[in-house]
């Protein structure tokens, strides 16, 4: 009878283990990006901006480009891109479907790799370049436990969702340096 009782509670722990691990090393993150100064109609969007996310050394840790019709930045795998073609694919074939969670898979364990280092992030957006943003990263892990659930609105595989905002002023515009 003992036995039985430590199978579950071993079997539970690794349940449990499993989910804290894969939102550990699965991660997804959330960049929007606003500049003040800009008219109304100006802060709609923000397309063709470049972003650099930098660690405390200068190092180049990721790159994105900001959305046509929303203000956030799309960060780019070095090997897979940003998904975004594969996400359109999978809205109408099963090996669209297969794409995207292969892409997506590898996206959210590389942004774990490198989160924890930025500091600093870099835009260039029409004709000015803003260097040296400081960056504070949040992150959100609070359901991992949850993730055995079946339900639709609880559960699910685990993943921490990273946030941080890139807030500029127009007027700190440095045009000589692009």
Not at 35 to 63: C, H, M, R
Request: proline share 4%; hydrophobic share 35%.
């Amino acid at each position: 009878m003992l036995w039985k009782i430590l199978a579950i509670i071993a079997i539970f722990a690794g349940i449990l283990g499993y989910g804290y691990w894969h939102g550990s090393t699965h991660g997804t993150i959330y960049v929007p990006f606003y500049i003040s100064g800009n008219t109304d109609k100006e802060n709609k969007t923000t397309p063709n901006a470049q972003l650099k996310i930098l660690d405390s050394k200068g190092v180049v840790l990721a790159n994105g480009m900001s959305d046509d019709h929303f203000n956030f930045f799309h960060l780019i795998h070095p090997k897979v891109g940003d998904c975004r073609e594969s996400e359109n694919a999978a809205k109408v074939s099963k090996e669209g479907r297969e794409a995207w969670q292969e892409c997506f898979e590898q996206k959210s364990t590389w942004i774990t790799r490198w989160i924890q280092d930025v500091r600093y992030a870099e835009v260039q957006y029409g004709n000015c370049l803003f260097q040296n943003i400081p960056i504070t990263v949040s992150g959100s892990n609070s359901d991992w436990y949850f993730w055995w659930v079946p339900h639709p609105h609880i559960g699910g595989i685990p993943y921490t969702n990273y946030f941080f905002t890139i807030d500029i002023d127009k007027q700190d515009c440095n045009e000589n340096n692009v």
